[in-house]
C-alpha cells in the first residue's frame, strides 16, 4: 500500500488560511490503512484546523470534511463533485496520486495536500510500516527469492552486500536489516544458495520513474468513447 504522514497542523493552516471555505477531502483505501486520511482522521484534522485558525483570528472561515472511497479514481470523484463548487479550496488527505487526480478534475479549484506520501510498504508491526517496493516498473523478486534489493538495500546491489554488512544489519542505519543477509538466509532455507552463483544482469532502469512519468495501458479494459469528466 501507499504510506503517507499527515503534514503539520501550522503547515496545512499555512497553506489554507487565505480562503473562506475549505473542504478536507479524505480517502477510504491506503491512507486509511495507515491511519493518515481515512474518515476518522479527517475529522480530527478538521476539529484541529477550525481551533488554530481560531487562534490567528479566522473564526469565521468555514472548513468542512467528507471522505470518499478513492481519490485515484474518477468514478469515486464523481460523489464529490456536486460539493466542490461550494468551496474555494480543496485540502486533499490522499495520497500524492490522489491530490493530483482531485487537481486534474477541479481544475478552477486549488487543491492542497495535507499529507506526505512516503513509500509503497506494508504494516510490519502495530503503528510500524516499511518500505518494500520500490515501484521500478520491472520486478525482479523472483530471482531474488522475494526480497527487493532495490527497494530494501541501501545500495540497491545486485550481487551479493557490500563490506560494511555486520550482524545482518546495514552500515547506513544499524536499525535497518541488511537485504543481503535477509537473501542469504531466505535463499540458505530454500535450498537454492547456488543460483547466487551467477552474475546478475544489470537492471533495466528505463522503466523506473527517471525516465519520466509512466502509463500503463491494458487495450483489453479501455472504453475509448469515455472521456475526462469536467
Known amino acids: ?48 484546523l477550525r481551533m488554530s485558525m481560531r487562534l490567528i483570528g479566522r473564526g469565521d472561515m468555514v472548513i468542512d470534511e467528507c471522505t470518499i472511497e478513492r481519490q485515484c479514481d474518477d468514478a469515486f470523484i464523481d460523489l464529490l463533485a456536486p460539493r466542490v463548487a461550494d468551496y474555494d479550496a480543496i485540502c486533499s488527505l490522499g495520497c500524492g496520486a490522489g491530490v493530483q487526480m482531485l487537481a486534474e478534475r477541479f481544475t478552477k479549484t486549488p487543491v492542497f495536500p495535507a499529507l506526505n506520501t512516503q513509500f509503497i510498504g506494508i504494516l510490519q508491526s502495530q503503528g510500524v510500516w516499511t518500505e518494500k ?3 521500478c516498473g520491472a520486478c525482479r523478486l523472483g530471482e531474488f527469492v522475494g526480497i527487493c534489493p532495490i527497494g530494501r538495500c541501501a545500495k540497491r546491489l545486485f550481487n551479493g552486500p557490500c563490506g560494511g554488512s555486520k550482524d545482518g544489519k546495514c552500515e547506513i542505519d544499524p536499525s535497518i536489516e541488511c537485504a543481503w543477509q535477509l ?32 502509463k500503463m495501458v491494458r487495450e483489453d479494459q479501455r472504453i475509448d468513447d469515455l472521456k475526462a469528466k469536467d
Open 1 to 48: 500500500m501507499i504510506v503517507a504522514d499527515r503534514k503539520s497542523i501550522p503547515e496545512i493552516r499555512d497553506m489554507i488560511k487565505d480562503y473562506d471555505r475549505v473542504l478536507l477531502v479524505g480517502c477510504g483505501t491506503c491512507v486509511t490503512v495507515c491511519l493518515a486520511g481515512g474518515e476518522r482522521e479527517t475529522g480530527i484534522l478538521g476539529s484541529a
Open 133 to 135: 517496493c520500490a515501484a
Open 183 to 214: 537473501i542469504y538466509d531466505r535463499a540458505k532455507e530454500l535450498g537454492v544458495l547456488e543460483k547466487f552463483e551467477e552474475i546478475a544482469e544489470p537492471h533495466d532502469w528505463s522503466t523506473a520513474l527517471d525516465g519520466g512519468p509512466r
